[in-house]
């Protein structure tokens, strides 16, 4: 049994979470004309699932094309004990695969750089309410109690607000 077993619903306590790890390259190239792709899924790669066009969101003005590339499953579980002491090997291997197939060339690459996180997301909502126990004044909160992405940590987080505001700590610590 963990530390907060004593004070959390079994449900929580109890839950078996399977956490996914994940890759993520960010390239910029020199300016190109304007893209009119947002993202692109990559169904049948065995290294990438998906590209974004940062540029197509509108957030920023930038004179380069920037993209950010999320590596398959199964990729980003090969090599997330490999990558931070090869850095640039996996930066150039996955660089070149989204280039071979985008068309994009090495050359206009001004800017690249990698990310990986062990346990970026699970595979299954457990559909979980966040927890607060006003007696310990301990709550939990998680993006994995209501789904698979950083969304679901905000909304988890607001969840566990809300119950505070609503129910206050008996005491201070």
């Known amino acids: 049994m963990g530390l907060g077993s004593k004070y959390l619903p079994k449900q929580i306590v109890k839950s078996k979470i399977q956490m996914v790890p994940n ?27 998906w590209a974004a066009n940062e540029n197509s969101k509108e957030r920023f003005k930038s004179n380069e094309i920037l993209w950010t590339l999320q590596c398959t499953e199964k990729y ?44 970026a997301y699970n595979l299954q909502s457990k559909n979980l309410n966040p927890s607060w126990n006003s007696k310990y004044n301990l709550g939990i909160c998680t993006d994995w ?29």
């Open 76 to 119: 980003s579980k090969k090599i997330i004990d490999l990558f931070k002491n090869n850095k640039n090997y996996y930066l150039k291997e996955i660089t070149k695969e989204f280039e071979n197939l985008i068309g994009f060339k090495v050359k206009d690459l001004i800017f690249k750089d990698i990310h990986g996180w062990r346990y």
């Open 23 to 49: 890759i993520t390259v960010m390239l910029s190239y020199k300016n190109k004309s304007k893209l009119s792709i947002n993202s692109i899924k990559f169904n049948d790669d065995k290294k990438l699932a």
């Open 145 to 173: 109690m209501t789904g698979p992405k950083a969304e679901n940590a905000w909304l988890s987080a607001h969840a566990l607000f809300k119950k505070i505001k609503k129910n206050p700590p008996k005491r201070r610590v």
